[in-house]
């Protein structure tokens, strides 16, 4: 199921990110993004905002190295009867050379399990609309949400509901402010 290679499923281990592991996870997640500029001050943005959760950062441990991260942050839902506190995940990243052995999935399908612990009801991302579907996200449009952005393509903002989620939870997502200080929101031409 595509997590061949030289780690078996077995041998990664998804558990939260020690504070203390900050420094090393920012430098994986600017190496996976191949050096992009913006992931390190968008990781430094988020982690110094409101929107931070420390059980809401996860790492992938593969033979006692970090191989992996994900973050969960929040942000607003601004459905018509009330806000709704809900999560967003960004970024994502496995150290290059890890990539596509199942690290990124684990990952992912292990940290929703933590998530389906927990009274926020959606996870909302922007991504490649070929990967995430897998993980059992859902197109947010279909389910009456409105991206935070024009620049979002439709087909890759996402939602994944989470079991307190209720049909009365539509509108707007509204991003936590420290995606818009360091730009990170959509696409720009
Ligand atoms: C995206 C990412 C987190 C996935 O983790 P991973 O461990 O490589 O992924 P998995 O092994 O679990 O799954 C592999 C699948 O991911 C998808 N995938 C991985 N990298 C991809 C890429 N660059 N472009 C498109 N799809 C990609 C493919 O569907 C792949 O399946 P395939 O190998 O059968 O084609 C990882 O590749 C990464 O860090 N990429 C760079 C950073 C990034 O783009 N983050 C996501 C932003 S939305």
Do not use: N
């Not at 913006?38 to 950062?57: F, K, V």
């Not at 933590?114 to 991504?127: K, M, Q």
């Not at 859902?138 to 409105?146: D, E, K, Q, V």
Request: cysteine-free.
């Amino acid at each position: 199921m595509g997590s061949g290679g030289a780690h078996s499923e077995q041998s990664v281990i998804v558990r939260a990110m020690r504070p203390a592991e900050f420094d090393e996870v920012r430098a994986l997640s600017v190496a996976a993004f191949g050096g992009d500029p913006a992931i390190g001050p968008l990781l430094d943005a988020l982690r110094g905002s409101w929107a931070w959760e420390d059980d809401l950062s996860f790492v992938a441990e593969v033979d006692g190295s970090i191989a992996g991260h994900v973050l969960y942050t929040h942000a607003f839902l601004d459905a018509p009867e009330r806000i709704v506190d809900v999560l967003v995940l960004s970024p994502i990243g496995v150290r290059p050379g890890l990539q596509r052995r199942g690290i990124g999935g684990r990952l992912i399908e292990e940290s929703l399990r933590v998530l389906e612990r927990r009274s926020e009801p959606l996870v909302f991302l922007e991504g490649h609309p070929g990967y995430y579907p897998r993980f059992g996200f859902l197109r947010a449009g279909a389910l009456g949400f409105t991206a935070p952005s024009v620049r979002i393509p439709d087909a890759a903002f996402m939602v994944y509901p989470l079991p307190s989620y209720s049909s009365w939870m539509t509108g707007a997502l509204v991003y936590s402010d420290a995606f818009w200080r360091v730009d990170a929101v959509g696409l720009r031409e």
